[in-house]
């Protein structure tokens, strides 16, 4: 990236006037703990595939990933199980629905999840991760997304997991419809585990950009240069993370802004520069969508001044 400099000095100035959009959010209260959250805070870090990074606001406290995890459990099915498999069990379409909803499973034959993205579509996936025991499968994905964040294996957040597991129960709803379509065959309690561990799985502002910069790169990481995910599988969840990352935001979304991205009902947000930079986001008070809201403002007004718009 050339724009560092520019970068530097302006990344606070831009950050505190997006802020300012947070009160037109609302922080996720359908899982409790998450409602415990600071509406008011925004922090951001864009790690370069140079080495180099730059960081605003309060990006040092840790968040749960949501629904960011889910590209990232799709990579790893995909590594488990191949294509063919993982798509006979969820589509590659966007929705049109909210995130949770479940509309479309009986309307729409033969009643397998429209993308990986959406929670019906992660429930499906999240049973594909290798593993003979629930136990491995959910330290394997610690581990590999760990990996990726550029440190050890990434730490469940027990409050947030249980409060999620507690409350959980429109989730729980899809994976009893999916498992009498045929679409889930392991037992729905043991999906679920898998599946709120890893939306409960904690990173920071700069862990998630390291993430995002592995996929920036195609898949290699930063640091060693050693392959960490095939390339065909980053281009498949750099694809999902256009078309539904924001859920029914994306369209909007890539209009104004114009990246791949990933967003999560913590506030968290993932996006990229391809072969140039990743981006880790928190900003707790979300849009109607479930992004966060100044998060997304926050985007948008880096991408005008840069030109980052891949479209
Ligand atoms: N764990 C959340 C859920 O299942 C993830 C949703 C999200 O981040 N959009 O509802």
Redesign the pocket.
């Known amino acids: 990236m050339n724009e560092w400099s520019s970068l530097t000095a302006g990344l606070p100035v831009w950050l505190e006037q997006a802020r300012h959009a947070a009160p037109f959010g609302k922080v996720?209260s359908?899982?409790p703990e998450l409602s415990k959250a600071d509406s008011s805070m925004l922090g951001i870090q864009i790690r370069g595939a140079d080495g180099r990074s730059v960081s605003a606001g309060d990006c040092g406290s840790p968040f749960?990933?949501?629904?960011?995890?889910?590209v990232f459990t799709l990579i790893m099915a995909l590594m488990d199980n191949g294509e063919e498999i993982v798509f006979s069990k969820v589509g590659m379409e966007p929705t049109g629905d909210s995130?949770?909803s479940m509309l479309k499973l009986e309307l729409v034959q033969p009643g397998i999840p429209f993308n990986p993205l959406i929670?019906a579509g992660?429930?499906v996936v999240s049973s594909l991760i290798a593993g003979s025991s629930n136990e491995e499968k959910i330290t394997r994905i610690q581990s590999f997304l760990g990996k990726l964040a550029g440190r050890g294996p990434l730490q469940l957040d027990e409050d947030t997991y249980r409060s999620?597991s507690e409350s959980?129960n429109?989730?729980r709803s899809m994976a009893y419809f999916l498992t009498d379509n045929g679409v889930l065959q392991s037992k729905v309690e043991d999906v679920l585990e898998v599946?709120?561990k890893h939306?409960?799985l904690t990173v920071d502002c700069g862990e998630l950009a390291r993430m995002a910069l592995v996929l920036a790169l195609d898949g290699v990481d930063p640091d060693s240069g050693e392959r960490l995910i095939p390339r065909r599988y980053v281009q498949i969840a750099k694809t999902f993370m256009v078309t539904c990352g924001m859920?029914n935001g994306s369209g909007e979304f890539a209009i104004d802004v114009g990246l791949p991205a990933k967003?999560?009902?913590?506030g968290?947000i993932m996006a990229l520069l391809p072969g140039r930079a990743g981006i880790g986001i928190i900003g707790p008070s979300l849009n109607r969508h479930?992004n966060s809201v100044a998060g997304v403002h926050l985007l948008e007004q880096l991408s005008k001044e840069f030109d980052w718009s891949l479209f």
Do not use: D, P, R
């Not at 749960?64 to 889910?70: A, E, G, M, V």
């Open positions: 996720a359908y899982i749960t990933l949501q629904s960011i995890s889910k995130f949770n929670n992660a429930i999620e959980g429109l989730n599946y709120f939306c409960s859920y967003s999560g009902v913590s968290g479930g």
